[in-house]
Antibody, heavy 123, light 111 residues
Framework: EVHLVESGGGLVQPGGSLRLSCAAS????????MIWVRQGPGKGLEWISY??????????YYADSVKGRFTVSRDNAKSSLYLQMNRLRVEDSATYYC??????????????WGQGTLVTVSS | QSVLTQPPSVSGAPGQRVTISCTGSSSNIGADYAVHWYQQVPGTAPKLLLF???HRPSGVPDRFSGSRSGTSVSLAISGLQAEDEADYYC???????????FGGGTKVTVL
């Protein structure tokens, strides 16, 4: 059974940094694309980052809203996905979900979701 | 505004059939990218409901079905049940923006 467990969320001041982690189990991590999706309080879902699997070249992609501030990385040996978030803004406050991709590339579905970790950016 | 447009809410009585539309454009749904649907029960993480327009993952009841036409897709829920009360999101890829995109979500209320 697929398990995705996020950690690292919390309260941070505007301009600060936070690193989210996602521990994956139940599948061969390095063969799947991994994604970060966030959901602001009372808002809809927003895709923010995509880390391709090894076979696809391990490329990384970002939404414009986080490009240049957030960095996604993966440690296939540890079956873990990370999101380094710098220069945080109030509007980055959200629940952040780690997601295992289904299918491939642009047709990827977001197949399995973690329970999410809450990030609050406030002074 | 979301790239994919969904109605904010739909409602129906138990046993009825409801449909949720998801309208895109020639750079996403109209460009033949796969569309996927997610169900989010309040207070929980989203769950994949349909993938590749109309395919159900294991465990999803066949009351849920998907269809596609031009730049729009639809999710139908037949035999509506109280447990179907949730938010539903469509998702695809946009080739002009080069990003994965979601609809704004539709809240389904069972009367």
């Amino acid at each position: 059974e697929v398990h995705l467990v996020e950690s690292g969320g919390g309260l941070v001041q505007p301009g600060g940094s936070l690193r989210l982690s996602c521990a994956a189990s139940g599948f061969t991590f390095d063969t799947y694309n991994m994604i970060w999706v966030r959901q602001g309080p009372g808002k809809g879902l927003e895709w923010i980052s995509y880390a391709a699997n090894t076979a696809s070249g391990s490329g990384v992609y970002y939404a414009d809203s986080v490009k240049g501030r957030f960095t996604v990385s993966r440690d296939n040996a540890k079956s873990s996905l990370y999101l380094q978030m710098n220069r945080l803004r109030v509007e980055d406050s959200a629940t952040y979900y780690c997601v295992k991709g289904g299918g491939s590339g642009t047709s990827s579905s977001f197949e399995n979701w973690g329970q999410g970790t809450l990030v609050t950016v406030s002074s | 505004q979301s790239v994919l447009t969904q109605p904010p809410s739909v409602s129906g009585a138990p046993g009825q059939r409801v449909t949720i539309s998801c309208t895109g454009s020639s750079s996403n749904i109209g460009a033949d990218y796969a569309v996927h649907w997610y169900q989010q029960v309040p207070g929980t993480a989203p769950k994949l409901l349909l993938f590749d327009n109309s395919h159900r993952p294991s465990g999803v009841p066949d009351r849920f079905s998907g269809s596609r036409s031009g730049t729009s897709v639809s999710l139908a829920i037949s035999g509506l049940q109280a447990e179907d009360e949730a938010d539903y999101y469509c998702q695809s890829f946009d080739k002009r923006l080069r990003v994965w995109v979601f609809g704004g979500g539709t809240k389904v209320t069972v009367l």
